[in-house]
T-cell receptor, first 115, second 112 residues
């Protein structure tokens, strides 16, 4: 199993450009998450999904959109990129979010710089 | 006040030292407590998980939860250079759909 994969690894965007960060998992996990990690700030939840067709906002959703058409894929869309969106983005998945034990498996991250 | 506070360090210790990493939290609804380890330029990976108050041991690692004080700790015995990483505490409550609230992370360096 490849686990959670993310593309691209790095990207530089100009202010106002748009892009999609790709995330895929091959573990048949129902739950998927997008986090951003800023230096010294831990991880903050952007969006999450509990299954195909179901998504909801996390702590910092402004400026982002998501969709979940399949169990495997959970892309994150940035519209009108701003310097404040410069960060490292992590996608994660877990088999369930309801049971008490909920190990999230993380991808390797996408480093995004907006100039 | 942040929901979860973690001293970002950095923390530098000699090989073989006992390391203590700590987090405090303000939300009494948190029930599940985790420690993730993140190597440089990698995604976090789950190190330990505990539920409610008490201790849990796994090899050189011990996780401790004190819900009355809203305080959790991770102890690393006989620390090794390979333990050099960022350690993130994370918490969730029962009906949160797995949503985790993370601390800021503590950068640990173990030097030979």
């Amino acid at each position: 199993n490849a686990g959670v994969t993310q593309t691209p690894k790095f990207r530089i965007l100009k202010i106002g450009q748009s892009m999609t960060l790709q995330c895929a998992q091959d573990m048949n996990h129902n739950y998927m998450y997008w986090y951003r990690q800023d230096p010294g700030m831990g991880l903050k939840l952007i969006y999450y999904s509990v299954g195909a067709g179901i998504t909801d906002k996390g702590e910092v959703p402004n400026g982002y959109n998501v969709s979940r058409s399949t169990t495997e894929d959970f892309p994150l869309r940035l519209e009108l990129a701003a310097p404040s969106q410069t960060s490292v983005y992590f996608c994660a998945s877990s088999i369930s979010g309801i049971v008490s034990y909920n190990e999230q498996f993380f991808g390797p991250g996408t480093r995004l710089t907006v100039l | 006040q942040k929901e979860v506070e973690q001293d970002p360090g950095p923390l530098s210790v000699p090989e073989g030292a006992i390391v203590s990493l700590n987090c405090t939290y303000s939300n009494s609804a948190f029930q599940y407590f985790m420690w993730y380890r993140q190597y440089s330029r990698k995604g976090p990976e789950l190190l330990m998980y505990t539920y409610s108050s008490g201790n849990k041991e796994d090899g050189r690692f011990t996780a401790q939860v004190d819900k009355s004080s809203k305080y959790i700790s991770l102890f690393i015995r006989d620390s090794q250079p390979s333990d050099s990483a960022t350690y993130l505490c994370a918490m969730s409550w029962g009906t949160s759909y797995g949503k985790l609230t993370f601390g800021q992370g503590t950068i640990l360096t173990v030097h030979p």
